[in-house]
């Protein structure tokens, strides 16, 4: 007999989430630094691997560039590894002695992780990194275009976490994924955060499913070229950004933004540095193409070439070009130019001033992709300030490259392949999501005050039928430990009670 598919993945599910909370209970005994040695070797392993599986990614989705996925495989491991080994996570985490209190991490038990198929074998290491850092046991949930190499993926970071004394079921992956078994996973009572990367619909259900959730929206950041900006730098920079991996990761540029009084000096650079301005009836044309009749992005364009898109869309570039840039006046659903595109393409907006400039990123930024990453390329600090304090942005990447500075590769920011909205985007957090995302603090906090104290000179509440004196605690040393104060019998509290009672039925 043959089983239906959709049955045995629900099955499958179902016996990875029993695997993972036995494999919990061991773990949950685990010391900090047995814990780091298994982060460690799993970090390792995917880092041996990197470019092993950058191929194997590429050559099942055909997104994206295999030389930049393996820079990438080596930011979901060692990169994010050597940013959080030596944070705590373990025990007690802090005490203050002065105010009594101490906080101990509590790790949120199992982690469902959504894998999309642009970022398939970074994600996952990435997220079974924070999760053993944190104490976590992690089921993966793989997209289906990229689950070769998302299995491909789990077994060697399982592997070596056995290998370095990790329980069984610690790390998992789902085999037969099917819509039926992601819902499984991500609405199971037992699953205590899920991590959803991928579509709006995925993440969507995510926030649905009645578990915590880590969820990331769109990007559709803009790139803002003030006229105090070093022009070459900025472009090499949007275009560095926009091609690696043919601009696969979310925080990339989705369009510039410039200024009047600079248009021909960008104008000429980008076209330098391989940019091709498309003619309006051209723009049409890739337009048509760039998103479905339903209004969302085309899958086919996703991580292609800026040639290649130009072949499927039927126009004739120059050979050479880079990104494909299409000059724009309007924002709006229904202009593809102005929303998220992950492949080689810019919208292009030129404005009076930075203000109107202001207003136009954020315009762009509400259209799609609000709370998450834009870039500014200035040297004016007063700008830069302003534009920090009005950007409905969680990131706001100046001077720098944006995909790799979102992801915290090129900037300061916490290496991370998860990247928070915020509220104003539908986020339950705006960071860049880490191991103490996935921990909670339990705090224990001994008494300072009495209510006495509290109360200060404020009056007593009366209640106008009896006053009941508290007994005085004997002190130490005292020649009597008799209490003092009055005390009640039972009869007469009965008494009281039944006062009252009368009281209030008239």
């Known amino acids: 007999m043959e089983f239906d598919k959709d049955l045995c993945s629900v099955q499958e599910v179902r016996n990875l989430i029993s695997k993972a909370q036995s494999a919990l209970e061991e773990y949950a005994e685990f010391s900090q630094e047995r814990i780091d040695q298994i982060v460690k070797a799993v970090a390792e392993a995917g880092a041996a691997n990197a470019e092993h599986l950058a191929k194997m990614a590429v050559e099942e989705t055909g997104f994206g560039v295999w030389q930049d996925k393996v820079l990438k495989n080596l930011l979901g491991s060692t990169i994010t590894y050597d940013y959080i080994k030596d944070m705590k996570t373990v025990g007690i985490l802090r005490e203050d002695p002065e105010k009594k209190l101490m906080e101990i991490a509590v790790p949120v038990g199992i982690i469902a992780a959504l894998i999309p198929s642009t970022n398939p074998t970074s994600t996952v290491m990435y997220k079974t990194l924070i999760s053993l850092k944190a104490g976590n046991a992690i089921i993966l949930s793989p997209h289906p275009g990229a689950k070769n190499s998302i299995l491909e993926t789990y077994k060697i970071l399982s592997q070596a976490a056995r290998s370095a004394g990790a329980p069984a079921g610690l790390i998992q992956c789902i085999s037969i994924p099917t819509p039926e078994a992601t819902n499984t996973l991500l609405k199971d009572h037992r699953v205590g955060m899920i991590l959803a990367t991928g579509g709006e619909a995925m993440v969507h259900a995510a926030y649905s499913s009645g578990n915590p959730a880590l969820g990331v929206g769109p990007g559709n950041g803009p790139s803002y070229i003030e006229k105090s900006a070093n022009i070459p730098l900025a472009v090499k920079h949007i275009f560095d950004s926009k091609t690696f991996d043919n601009g696969t990761i979310c925080a990339s540029e989705q369009s510039i933004v410039t200024e009047k009084c600079i248009k021909e000096q960008v104008i000429a650079e980008v076209k330098k540095q391989g940019g091709y301005f498309l003619s309006p009836e051209e723009s049409e044309q890739v337009g048509r193409f760039i998103m479905r009749a339903n209004g969302t992005m085309n899958p086919k364009i996703v991580g292609r070439s800026a040639q290649t898109i130009a072949e499927m869309a039927g126009i004739i570039i120059p050979a050479g070009t880079r990104v494909l840039v299409s000059p724009q006046t309007t924002v709006g659903r229904d202009n593809p130019y102005s929303r998220?595109?992950?492949?080689?393409?810019?919208?292009?907006?030129?404005?009076?001033?930075?203000?109107?400039?202001?207003?136009?990123?954020?315009?762009?930024?509400?259209?799609?992709?609000?709370?998450?990453?834009?870039?500014?390329?200035?040297?004016?600090?007063?700008?830069?300030?302003?534009?920090?304090?009005?950007?409905?942005?969680?990131?706001?990447?100046?001077?720098?490259?944006?995909?790799?500075?979102?992801?915290?590769?090129?900037?300061?920011?916490?290496?991370?392949?998860?990247?928070?909205?915020?509220?104003?985007?539908?986020?339950?957090?705006?960071?860049?999501?880490?191991?103490?995302?996935?921990?909670?603090?339990?705090?224990?906090?001994?008494?300072?005050?009495?209510?006495?104290?509290?109360?200060?000179?404020?009056?007593?509440?009366?209640?106008?039928?009896?006053?009941?004196?508290?007994?005085?605690?004997?002190?130490?040393?005292?020649?009597s430990t008799e209490r003092k104060g009055a005390s009640l019998s039972r009869e007469e509290i009965e008494a009281i009670t039944k006062a009252v009672l009368a009281r209030l039925s008239k």
């Not at 790799?404 to 339950?428: E, N, R």
């Open 340 to 479: 998220e595109k992950l492949c080689p393409i810019l919208g292009f907006y030129v404005e009076d001033n930075w203000e109107s400039a202001c207003k136009r990123c954020i315009e762009i930024l509400r259209n799609e992709g609000v709370g998450h990453t834009m870039t500014i390329h200035s040297e004016d600090q007063s700008v830069i300030r302003e534009f920090a304090l009005k950007k409905p942005v969680s990131r706001l990447l100046v001077n720098t490259i944006g995909s790799l500075g979102g992801v915290g590769a090129a900037t300061g920011l916490q290496p991370a392949l998860t990247l928070g909205c915020g509220a104003v985007g539908g986020s339950a957090t705006s960071d860049n999501v880490g191991p103490m995302n996935l921990i909670n603090i339990r705090r224990v906090a001994y008494g300072l005050r009495e209510l006495d104290e509290i109360r200060g000179t404020n009056p007593r509440p009366d209640c106008g039928c009896c006053t009941v004196s508290v007994p005085e605690e004997p002190r130490a040393g005292s020649p």
